[in-house]
């Protein structure tokens, strides 16, 4: 941990760091809306997905109010009607297994 502090002591300093392919799955609605805010934002879906878990992990907010509004919106356009309430009731559809 003291190497990657003394890594980022300079602003500029560019951090080298290895990324892996994941192979998760979710949730086909979820990972539309996720595709469509990485776009709003000109990023990738995996910077997108670092940004979420880094700020998670340090209990910030992860998005703006604008930010929020906008996933608002996306989700009703991908028929993402659901929020975290439901999450563990899922199960996977037949057309999964």
Do not use: C
């Not at 996720?34 to 776009?39: D, I, N, S, T």
């Not at 997108?48 to 700020?55: D, G, M, S, T």
């Not at 930010?67 to 037949?94: F, P, Q």
């Amino acid at each position: 941990m003291e190497q990657h502090k003394d890594q980022t002591s300079g602003e500029d300093q560019k951090i080298k760091v290895e990324r892996v392919q994941t192979g998760i799955r979710m949730e086909k609605r979820m990972v539309k809306v996720l595709k469509a805010m990485a776009e709003y934002h000109d990023i990738s879906l995996g910077d997108l997905l670092e940004i979420i878990v880094l700020r998670a992990f340090e209990n910030q907010p992860v998005f703006s109010q604008e930010s929020l509004e906008k996933i608002k919106t996306i989700k009703e356009v991908y028929g993402m009607n659901y929020g975290l309430e439901i999450s563990h009731r899922w199960i996977d559809s037949e057309k999964d297994k």
